[in-house]
């Protein structure tokens, strides 16, 4: 009999994004086949302890279901190549950019990939500045006040006028000591997957998140029941291909390894298309936009997580 491959599915953490992480970490280990893995839960508290000393002869390879800070930004990531395990998923480097939302705009400006207008700035600069309406002036009104570094829209605001944009800017303050903020755009929001090694990743059809109110926020994504997902998005042809196309290029610009979510605007009066955000470890569960993209796309849940330890076996290997 084939001895099992111990997976070890790695979840919880210090972030605030800690129940999301939670859920995934579930459908995972529920999903792995029986045959070929024996899933080993490691679960991180809220303060960051871990329930075991994680050791190369403890485990084969770890599925680090962590999402948000202590968890998708590289730090877990740089513990585990220390260690010398394998691991699913973008390595340090690609993990730490695309956490950082001033850092990975910097990335794909870089690589001419267009992102909405947007400025940043950090706490001492807003909090010393005489006018803060200044650093705000070559954008127009909606904006969305976010934290540098968070995910799941936790800490984000829409904000309509400057009183809001004040409350805004201290509640993403409370998160990470850099805020940045974005013109609103009236678009429609898309997501395209991306699963592959450095040098010959794939795009999944892209999907469309059908939002409901002004944006979507984390009870959108997370509490209410009536937001859906179409997938795969009803989209001219162009657009398909010019999704796929930079979900692509974004992932080579952070050097992405494994698996990201590439998600987009798609304005309504111009047709534009503006990358939002890249995500290294987005929502896991057989549910989430990036499994049902892959699902719309030919590769099952099981399979694509097969194919993700494939590859974090395969990095180790090399």
């Known amino acids: 009999m084939t001895q099992r491959l111990r997976v070890g599915v790695l979840a919880g953490g210090r972030s605030a994004e800690h129940d999301v992480s939670l859920q995934s970490a579930e459908a995972v280990l529920d999903a792995l086949p029986k045959d070929a893995y024996e899933a080993i839960p490691i679960i991180i508290d809220r303060e960051g302890r871990w329930p075991v ?3 190369r002869d403890l485990v084969d390879v770890v599925f680090p279901v962590l999402h948000g800070p202590f968890g998708e930004d590289g730090v877990v990531q740089g513990h585990l190549e220390t260690l010398g395990i ?4 973008c390595g340090v480097l690609a993990s730490a950019v695309a956490m950082d939302k001033v850092a990975m705009r910097r990335a ?12 940043w700035f950090t706490r001492h600069e807003w909090r010393t500045a005489t006018d803060p309406e200044s650093l705000v002036k070559s954008l127009d009104w909606p904006m969305f006040v976010k934290p540098a570094n968070m995910g799941s829209s936790i800490g984000i ?27 609103g755009v009236d678009a429609r929001e898309l997501i395209c997957g991306v699963l592959g090694d450095y040098d010959t990743p794939q795009a999944s059809v892209p999907g469309e998140i059908n939002v409901i109110g002004d944006w ?40 992405g390894y494994g698996l990201s979510r590439a998600d987009f605007l798609y304005e309504r009066d111009t047709g534009r298309l503006y990358l939002l955000e890249i995500n290294t470890m987005p929502g896991f569960t057989a549910r989430s936009v990036y499994a049902g993209a892959w699902a719309a796309s030919g590769v099952a849940y099981p399979d694509l997580l097969r194919r993700l330890i494939d ?3 395969e990095r180790g290997a090399r």
């Not at 394998?86 to 998923?89: A, D, I, K």
């Open 86 to 89: 394998p691991y699913v998923g």
């Open 311 to 313: 590859l974090a076996l």
């Open 216 to 255: 979507n926020d984390y009870e959108s994504k997370y509490v209410n029941t009536a937001t859906t997902v179409t997938i795969p998005a009803v989209l001219p042809d162009r657009v398909v291909e010019d999704v796929r196309e930079l979900a692509l290029r974004a992932y080579r610009a952070i050097g």
């Open 53 to 55: 000393d994680l050791r």
């Open 108 to 119: 794909f400006l870089a690589e001419g990939i267009p992102v909405t207008p947007h400025v």
């Open 157 to 183: 605001s829409r904000v309509t006028s400057m009183e809001e944009l004040r409350t805004a800017v201290e509640l993403a303050f409370g998160y990470d000591r850099v805020v940045l903020v974005e013109q």
